[in-house]
């Protein structure tokens, strides 16, 4: 482990002076070395790595094409994701015909309103269209989809295009807003 050398020191020498005798010391590092690989070891294997969360997201099989009945647009809730963290929707009218536009921050809000709007139409009939716009973020989409998890609505739409009427509603919506 530790050695000490007591090589080459001491005596009389031309001056006539007496040296003492210098101890040099010097440690062995090997077994600090190997405790320190030890505890590496132990950590690495100790220590639980965290795994990676995903939701799951159920798209239909395009292999098989069912005949549905049309969807009745007083049964539909469209929310357009923007800019700022906030989500405009309008439910029950398709933009066409001149809606209202309701705004809504990300949370316990929009929550609110999908709660709401759901009782109005009634369980199954009730259909969430979600289209994002180039304003928003991908966290915004991540959190309308949780929002639909944690409200149980499995009805629901992801569009990535608007409408002529859509983007018309919006412009007017952003006039409104500043």
């Not at 070891?41 to 159920?58: H, V």
């Not at 069912?66 to 007083?74: H, L, N, R, V």
């Not at 398709?94 to 759901?118: C, S």
């Not at 609505?153 to 807003?177: C, H, I, M, N």
């Amino acid at each position: 482990m530790a050695e000490i050398n007591t090589g080459g020191g001491g005596g009389k020498h031309d001056g006539g002076k007496v040296r003492s005798k210098k101890a040099s010391t010097r440690v062995d590092m090997t077994p600090m070395v190997d405790l320190g690989f030890l505890l590496i070891t132990f950590f690495i294997l100790a220590t639980t790595l965290s795994k990676p969360s995903s939701m799951t997201l159920n798209v239909p099989d395009k292999t098989k094409t069912e005949e549905t009945e049309p969807i009745k647009a007083s049964n539909v809730m469209t929310i357009f994701l923007g800019k700022d963290n906030k989500a405009h929707y309008i439910f029950g009218k398709a933009a066409n015909e001149d809606p209202e536009v309701k705004t809504v921050g990300y949370g316990y809000e929009f929550r609110q309103a999908l709660q709401e709007n759901a009782k109005k139409v009634g369980g199954e009939k009730f259909v969430v269209v979600i289209k994002p716009t180039k304003l928003s973020t991908y966290k915004n989409m991540v959190d309308v989809l949780d929002e639909m998890a944690i409200t149980k609505l499995k009805r629901y739409a992801l569009v990535d295009q608007l409408t002529a009427d859509e983007k018309k509603l919006l412009k007017d919506k952003a006039k409104l807003d500043t």
